[in-house]
């Protein structure tokens, strides 16, 4: 059971939008640490896809954004592309843990 | 541009220990802000963050792990080394090191962004 909590998968056509959730709580999100989110294609390594709640890194398209709101942070998929098919991952630091947590992961299939 | 690379053994008997060495390239643990995590991946599972040691050594360790954990860096070689004792099946995954991508003052903010390509540990006799 992870702190961050994710939909196991989310779909969408090619050229949809679509977005991903991620929950923690009070002690994570909610107490204002960042929430970066990562791509990670299959049989690679993780890719950082949006750091500080809503910034990318050079190279990553503007169809990638990032937001967060209490103690919940989403990533917004707009445009979906076939290359887009991956599992996603949010990760924050969690107080009570003293320690950076990571999601469940999220599947991301194009229909 | 900046690299990193996991070696070590990719077969492990229970109740040995573990140690892997990440090898970086392009940047030093000598310089101000500077730091290195380990993150692992069982198979089909999700990523779980492990240890991270900072250019001022300061080192953090995922609390249900500790007690097995030990980081340490060689600054002159440029790698780090991450020590988990007493192997269990169950830690079998692919286990990765990753640049610390520092966004504020506050470390709890902090990001990976550049991993290595991960090495596949197996635990079995």
């Known amino acids: 059971q992870s702190v961050l909590t994710q939909p196991p998968s989310v779909s969408g056509a090619p050229g949809q939008r679509v977005t991903i959730s991620c929950t923690g709580s009070?002690?994570?999100?909610?107490?204002?640490?960042?929430v970066h989110w990562y791509q990670q294609l299959p049989g690679t390594a993780p890719k950082l896809l949006i750091y500080?709640?809503?910034n990318r890194p050079s190279g990553v398209p503007d169809r990638f954004s990032g937001s967060k709101s209490g103690t919940s942070a989403s990533l917004a998929i707009t445009g979906l592309q076939a290359e887009d098919e991956a599992d996603y991952y949010c990760?924050?630091?969690?107080?009570?843990?003293?320690?950076?947590?990571f999601g469940g992961g999220t599947k991301l299939t194009v229909l | 541009q900046i690299t990193l690379k996991e070696s070590g053994p990719t077969l492990v008997k229970p109740t040995q220990t573990l140690t892997l060495t990440c090898t970086f390239s392009?940047?030093?643990?000598?310089?101000?802000?500077?730091?290195v995590g380990w993150i692992r991946q069982p198979p089909g599972k999700a990523l779980e963050w492990l240890a991270l040691?900072?250019?001022?050594?300061?080192?953090r360790y995922s609390p249900s792990l500790k007690s097995r954990l030990t980081i340490t860096k060689d600054t002159s070689k440029n790698q780090v080394v991450l020590t988990m004792t007493n192997m269990d099946p169950v830690d079998t995954a692919t286990y990765y090191c990753?640049?610390?991508?520092?966004?504020?003052?506050?470390?709890?903010?902090?990001?990976?962004?550049?991993w290595g390509q991960g090495t596949m540990v197996t635990v079995s006799s």
């Open positions: 990753a640049h610390r991508l520092g966004i504020t003052v506050v470390r709890g903010d902090d990001a990976f962004d550049i």
């Open positions: 392009e940047f030093s643990l000598s310089t101000s802000g500077v730091g």
């Open positions: 040691i900072y250019w001022d050594d300061d080192k």
């Open positions: 009070s002690t994570n999100i909610g107490a204002g640490y960042d």
């Open positions: 500080g709640n809503s």
């Open positions: 990760q924050s630091y969690d107080s009570s843990l003293s320690g950076w947590v």
